[in-house]
């Protein structure tokens, strides 16, 4: 079955740090570009960032929201792309999706999300 | 950044009838432009890229248009299935950005 799955979500304190997971199946992980886009709660989508296949240098972007606080990676030996959050702030409590790129800059495939609330 | 608009927020329609959403984009995208559909609880669904195009999977009865800055879903005669909320987005530049979202109600 193709399909995405997160994890690593959770409660975590302004400043703090946490590692989202993104684990693929079903289709060929190292090819795909994937992206993360968030969703706070009864708001819309907002797109947070992305990392480039091995043929195109693992090459990443960031909203500016996140950048130089969010960093994207991936290990394509085990299928899964990653979110490393830090500094956070209350503003990062969203729903984070791990997307898969399709054949422009779109996303053809979602996950189910995972939440991350930043809170005292 | 690329500001995605959406309209109405709010679209009440009967079923059977045919609903339409627009999206309009602060500058021209192009025909660089996708919708979703996302149901309570649920992640997004890819309907339609490059406009016009269904994605794999997506009934006849959704189909997108436009191009430049303004754009088109119209789901030509709706089911219970579709009341959901829909968002626009623009892959034409860097941020990718979505619209606010029309959400499709029961009428």
């Known amino acids: 079955e193709v399909q995405l799955v997160e994890s690593g979500g959770g409660l975590v304190q302004p400043g703090g740090s946490l590692k989202l997971s993104c684990a693929a199946s079903?289709?060929?992980?190292?090819?795909?570009?994937m992206h993360w886009v968030r969703q706070a709660s009864g708001k819309g989508l907002e797109w947070v960032g992305r990392?480039?296949?091995?043929?195109?240098?693992?090459?990443?972007a960031y909203a500016a929201s996140v950048k130089g606080r969010f960093t994207i990676s991936r290990d394509d030996s085990k299928n899964t792309a990653y979110l490393q959050m830090n500094s956070l702030k209350t503003e990062d409590t969203a729903v984070y999706y791990c997307?898969?790129?399709?054949?422009?800059?779109?996303?053809?495939?979602w996950g189910r999300g995972t939440l991350v609330t930043v809170s005292s | 950044e690329i500001v995605m608009t959406q309209s109405p927020a709010t679209l009440s329609v009967s079923p059977g009838e045919r609903a339409t959403l627009s999206c309009r984009a602060s500058?021209?995208?192009?025909?660089?432009l996708a919708w979703y559909q996302q149901k309570p609880g649920q992640a997004p669904r890819l309907l339609i890229y490059?406009?016009?195009t269904r994605a794999t999977g997506i009934p006849a009865r959704f189909s997108g248009s436009g191009s430049g800055t303004e754009f088109t879903l119209t789901i030509s005669s709706l089911q219970s299935e579709d009341f959901a909320v829909y968002y626009c987005?623009?892959?034409?530049?860097?941020?990718?950005?979505f619209g606010q979202g029309t959400k499709v109600e029961i009428k």
């Open positions: 987005q623009q892959y034409n530049n860097w941020p990718l950005t």
């Open positions: 990392i480039r296949s091995k043929a195109n240098s693992y090459a990443t």
């Open positions: 490059g406009a016009s």
């Open positions: 997307t898969r790129q399709g054949w422009d800059w779109y996303f053809d495939l």
């Open positions: 500058q021209s995208v192009s025909s660089n």
């Open positions: 079903g289709f060929t992980f190292s090819g795909s570009a």
